[in-house]
């Protein structure tokens, strides 16, 4: 029974695994109705202007470091003018005692405009334009994991005020690192472990029971499906995953990019048409570390981590998250699944 006296439905209160992280997920969607007597976050703002002469990200402009970027006309890198890794690092790093651990913050980071218009999302771009935003993708993890101190090559994309990007121009970043993030040893790891174990690829089998249980697919074609997984973490979660498993982006062919940059854009247009409103995410590609070592049983994915249960509400992380390092999950993913399923395919500002 729930606090209110109403029976518990089913699924709504377990623990799920998750098999690429290889912990447990509370599923307790019988408390999303609790009360909330809490702050509540402001529904983003919509940007109106194709272009913002203030934009250190819109065509021609100059940027904090005095460059100015290039007049393009698709997509757009340049180095991050407040690199947190970069070949200015200081070389020598003072161990305050010998126990401890440090090393030169080396590697590159760098910022990615993925389109020249300052108001278009990933959501609202065609998907022949995210397929320019793919290309970036595989080009510089291709350069930058090439580099004999890089030993992994991250892409994302932190999309809204609410994730902490103060400019609403659409763009990513990529940090190339001389260490491998740790999700991704996780998974690999994980993945490396299934394919001894079983013959069968790990996210394979996750494919397969999507497939299966089919409630919580948004999309598929030939080359890509995209679902919420069974063990979601975040209420609005979902994997974007090529069908043939490849351990970096730029291993995908161009017809699969096609596909993924179909199945990017079902994804986000449904985001955004949930509420109605620019839908804020943290998005990660999921590659393989570019240190020349056996990654064949990695499956390169993009992630979708939506901070949001409700337009205005926020999954906050805390005791069981940053405490213990395992999530509880205030929705059911079935249920989440079924309402961005029941989304339009077009977005709401094209009809
Ligand atoms: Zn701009």
């Given at each position: 029974?729930?606090d209110a006296g109403q029976p518990?439905?089913?699924?709504?209160?377990?623990?799920?695994?998750?098999?690429?992280?290889?912990?447990?997920?509370?599923?307790?969607?019988?408390?999303?109705?609790?009360?909330?007597?809490?702050?509540?976050?402001?529904?983003?703002?919509?940007?109106?202007?194709?272009?913002?002469?203030?934009?250190?990200?819109?065509?021609?402009?100059?940027?904090?470091?005095?460059?100015?970027?290039?007049?393009?006309?698709?997509?757009?890198?340049?180095?991050?003018?407040?690199?947190?890794?970069?070949?200015?690092?200081?070389?020598?790093?003072?161990?305050?005692?010998?126990?401890?651990?440090?090393?030169?913050?080396?590697?590159?980071?760098?910022?990615?405009?993925?389109?020249?218009?300052?108001?278009?999302?990933?959501?609202?771009?065609?998907?022949?334009?995210?397929?320019?935003?793919?290309?970036?993708?595989?080009?510089?993890?291709?350069?930058?994991?090439?580099?004999?101190?890089?030993?992994?090559?991250?892409?994302?994309?932190?999309?809204?005020?609410?994730?902490?990007?103060?400019?609403?121009?659409?763009?990513?970043?990529?940090y190339a690192t001389s260490f491998?993030?740790?999700?991704?040893?996780?998974?690999?790891?994980?993945?490396?472990?299934?394919?001894?174990?079983?013959?069968?690829?790990?996210?394979?089998?996750?494919?397969?029971?999507?497939?299966?249980?089919?409630?919580?697919?948004?999309?598929?074609?030939?080359?890509?499906?995209?679902?919420?997984?069974?063990?979601?973490?975040?209420?609005?979660?979902?994997?974007?995953?090529?069908?043939?498993?490849?351990?970096?982006?730029?291993?995908?062919?161009?017809?699969?990019?096609?596909?993924?940059?179909?199945?990017?854009?079902?994804?986000?247009?449904?985001?955004?048409?949930?509420?109605?409103?620019?839908?804020?995410?943290?998005?990660?590609?999921?590659?393989?570390?570019?240190?020349?070592?056996?990654?064949?049983a990695f499956h390169f994915y993009?992630?979708?981590?939506?901070?949001?249960?409700?337009?205005?509400?926020?999954?906050?992380?805390?005791?069981?998250?940053?405490?213990?390092?395992?999530?509880?999950?205030?929705?059911?993913?079935?249920?989440?699944?079924?309402?961005?399923?029941?989304?339009?395919?077009?977005?709401?500002?094209?009809?």
């Open positions: 029974m729930t518990t439905p089913p699924g709504a209160w377990e623990q799920r695994w998750h098999p690429l992280r290889e912990e447990w997920v509370i599923v307790a969607a019988h408390r999303q109705q609790r009360p909330w007597t809490g702050n509540t976050v402001a529904a983003p703002a919509t940007t109106a202007v194709a272009y913002d002469p203030g934009c250190y990200l819109c065509p021609g402009n100059a940027r904090v470091s005095g460059a100015a970027n290039a007049r393009y006309a698709s997509t757009f890198v340049f180095d991050n003018d407040h690199p947190c890794v970069g070949a200015d690092a200081p070389r020598e790093v003072a161990v305050p005692t010998p126990f401890y651990r440090a090393a030169p913050a080396v590697g590159a980071a760098r910022v990615v405009c993925f389109s020249p218009r300052h108001d278009l999302t990933l959501a609202e771009m065609p998907p022949a334009a995210i397929a320019g935003v793919v290309d970036v993708w595989r080009a510089q993890t291709r350069e930058l994991g090439a580099r004999p101190e890089v030993r992994q090559v991250l892409c994302f994309e932190n999309k809204g005020e609410i994730v902490g990007v103060s400019n609403p121009h659409p763009h990513g970043q990529i491998v993030w740790k999700t991704f040893e996780i998974e690999e790891a994980a993945s490396a472990r299934h394919l001894r174990d079983t013959g069968r690829g790990l996210m394979a089998d996750i494919i397969r029971a999507e497939q299966l249980d089919g409630r919580r697919v948004l999309h598929e074609d030939e080359h890509v499906i995209a679902f919420v997984p069974y063990f979601a973490r975040y209420a609005y979660e979902v994997y974007v995953v090529p069908k043939r498993r490849v351990a970096h982006v730029f291993d995908l062919n161009d017809v699969e990019v096609a596909a993924l940059a179909g199945a990017l854009s079902a994804v986000t247009v449904r985001f955004d048409n949930l509420w109605r409103m620019s839908f804020p995410y943290v998005q990660v590609l999921h590659q393989a570390p570019t240190d020349g070592a056996d990654h064949s993009i992630a979708f981590h939506p901070p949001l249960r409700q337009p205005t509400l926020l999954k906050y992380l805390a005791g069981p998250e940053i405490g213990g390092g395992n999530f509880v999950s205030d929705t059911g993913p079935e249920a989440k699944a079924a309402e961005l399923r029941a989304q339009a395919p077009v977005h709401y500002r094209q009809t």
